[in-house]
Nanobody, 123 residues
C-alpha cells in the first residue's frame, strides 16, 4: 500500500521558516520523483507546483515564486521542503505527490498523493 504522509505545517510570521517533510512508504523512491504542490484559497481546488526532485540524479525544479527561498531534498524515504523567508502568499495546504520517473511541476502527472499539511503565514 502506497502512503505519503506530510508533516511540518504550522502558523508562522512573514519572514519565518518552516520545514515540511513527506514520508513515503510502499514504493521505491529511486523509481519515483516527488513533488510538492500548494492548494491556496485563491486557487480553489487547483494545485500549483512548488518544487520537485527527480528519482535518480537528484535534479530539482522550483516555481519562480519560490526560487531562492525554498529548498527540496531527499533522504532514504523522506523528502523535505525547507521554506525560508515565507510570505503571506505562501499560505495554503501543501501536498506531496509521487510520479513515476522524471520530476515535473504539473500536478496532472502525479499518481499518488498525501493528505496535505496546512501552512499559514500571517502576522
Amino acid at each position: 500500500q502506497v502512503q505519503l504522509v506530510e508533516s511540518g505545517g504550522d502558523l508562522v510570521q512573514p519572514g519565518g521558516s518552516l520545514r515540511l517533510s513527506c514520508e513515503v512508504s510502499g514504493l521505491r523512491l529511486d523509481y519515483y520523483a516527488i513533488g510538492w504542490f500548494l492548494q491556496s484559497p485563491g486557487l480553489g481546488k487547483e494545485r500549483e507546483g512548488v518544487s520537485a526532485i527527480s528519482n535518480n540524479d537528484g535534479r530539482t525544479l522550483y516555481a519562480d515564486s519560490v526560487k531562492g527561498r525554498f529548498t527540496i531534498s531527499r533522504d532514504e524515504n523522506t523528502v523535505h521542503l525547507q521554506m525560508n523567508s515565507l510570505k503571506p502568499e505562501d499560505t495554503g495546504v501543501y501536498f506531496c505527490a509521487a510520479h513515476l520517473r522524471e520530476a515535473t511541476l504539473n500536478h496532472y502527472d502525479y499518481d499518488y498523493w498525501g493528505q496535505g499539511t496546512q501552512v499559514t503565514v500571517a502576522s
